[in-house]
């Protein structure tokens, strides 16, 4: 949803005076730095990239599920465990101590619902002033669990769920018993409703769909599902190939190397049109046409080498208390892209059990990352078909060593996540 504009007053030749609150909702301080991007006859001012603005924190590692499109499956010799409260804690200290609290999410490359102190710790997190956010694939999620995460006032709660039958929901989540999530989805929206059909739902809720060749018929029926559930967000997101198999399944060979979506002086704009109904062929036409295309004022290549998680301030920390700036830099693993075995090694700035989360977000490694990511540097390796190069992050074609972030899938807004 647009929101209305605040006004920003120009002081002298260059000089700009925000409004506090505006500067306040943007993570401003002075001396920050931000960019502000020329839009035509607009422009817009990013929050900035200086301040921890989310904070990804993963409970546990462990899981109850094996599912078919998991890091889990291609991750290398990676110890397994719960965050310690003591680790926790000491997250949290560094959260009351940063100018403004940031959004936490618990989440990673486990089951957050896992762990024993769950509820605790949304707990804690509010009380430190984080607006709260947790996914999860919806097994554990009983009506006691459920009553608990309301009661620890969390804002958002994701749920996975990539179909609606045995057939599309099973293809990717075997083992998962999708009756009992679906139940206890309607469960959990009845209860941050109060049972009032109509209700937005307190925690609000989200679906995220991993899109495939298996199970894609069944987005439609994922969004209705959404709807008569008043669930107020659905982000579907490409799978992240971690074996040969999900690779084959994956929906983004040809869209990696579309003009549509790269930025180009040739450009294509398409307003709002009945193309669903009468005209789909034609517009596959035009998406192939060499242009890059600009759908109802949206220009599609704004994803374009812009690191989600850097442009929106996160930093990532894993059960043991290492900090990433990203999820996929967390752990070890091996990925495939373009029919090439990529092992990509972890990048981590520090443990919080020995600096402090500002030493960490303001360490001189972080800082480097930040600035280089935003610079975006490295070689096109999502457009170029592929070379030894690829099979590792250590080094690219360009000269840019560990982490090398041109395969990066989520930098293309290829692979998304809350």
């Not at 719960?82 to 804690?89: A, G, L, Q, Y």
């Not at 560094?94 to 100018?99: A, D, I, N, T, Y």
């Not at 004022?297 to 442009?311: I, K, T, W, Y």
């Amino acid at each position: 949803m647009r929101r209305k504009a605040g006004k920003v007053r120009l002081v002298g030749r260059g000089g700009l005076e925000l409004p506090e609150n505006l500067a306040s909702e943007l993570g401003l301080e002075p001396g920050y730095e931000i960019a502000v991007e020329p839009l035509g006859n607009s422009g817009a001012i990013l929050k900035s990239f200086s301040s921890l603005a989310k904070l990804y924190i993963e409970p546990t590692n462990h899981c109850n599920l094996d599912c078919e499109m998991c890091m889990r499956r291609a991750w290398e010799d990676v110890a397994m465990g719960f965050m310690e409260w003591s680790t926790f804690e000491r997250i949290m200290e560094g959260v009351s101590r940063l100018p403004r609290p940031p959004i936490v999410f618990f989440g990673g490359y486990g089951e957050p619902l896992l762990h024993p102190q769950i509820v605790p710790m949304v707990e804690r997190a509010k009380e430190v002033g984080c607006h709260v956010e947790m996914v999860t694939n919806g097994t554990l999620l009983d009506r006691s669990t459920a009553v608990g995460l309301i009661k620890a006032r969390l804002d958002r709660l994701w749920v996975s769920l990539d179909g609606v039958t045995s057939k599309g929901y099973g293809s990717m989540r075997p083992s998962s018993p999708l009756e009992s999530v679906l139940e206890n989805i309607s469960t959990f929206r009845d209860l941050a409703t109060g049972f009032r059909p109509f209700a937005l739902p307190k925690p609000a809720m989200g679906i995220v769909f991993v899109a495939t060749r298996r199970n894609l018929k069944e987005l439609p029926q994922v969004a209705s599902l959404a709807s008569r559930l008043n669930v107020t967000e659905v982000l579907v997101t490409n799978v992240l190939p971690h074996t040969q198999e999900m690779e084959k399944e994956a929906l983004f060979a040809s869209g990696m190397s579309e003009v549509a979506f790269e930025p180009s002086i040739f450009r294509l704009s398409l307003p709002r049109m009945d193309t669903w109904e009468l005209g789909r062929p034609e517009l596959v036409s035009l998406f192939r046409s060499g242009f890059s295309v600009c759908l109802a004022g949206a220009d599609l290549s704004e994803a374009h080498n812009r690191c989600p998680f850097v442009e929106n301030g996160s930093l990532v920390i894993g059960w043991r208390g290492d900090a990433s700036p990203c999820l996929p830099l967390l752990y070890d693993h091996i990925q495939y892209l373009s029919g090439f075995q990529r092992h990509c090694r972890r990048f981590i700035l520090g443990n919080i059990e020995d600096m402090g989360l500002e030493e960490i977000w303001n360490g001189e490694a972080n800082l480097l990352f930040r600035k280089r990511v935003l610079e975006f540097p490295f070689s096109p390796c999502t457009v170029c078909g592929g070379c030894d190069m690829l099979e590792s992050n250590q080094e690219d074609c360009f000269g840019n060593e560990h982490p090398t972030c041109g395969a990066c899938l989520f930098a293309q807004g290829i692979v998304v996540c809350p």
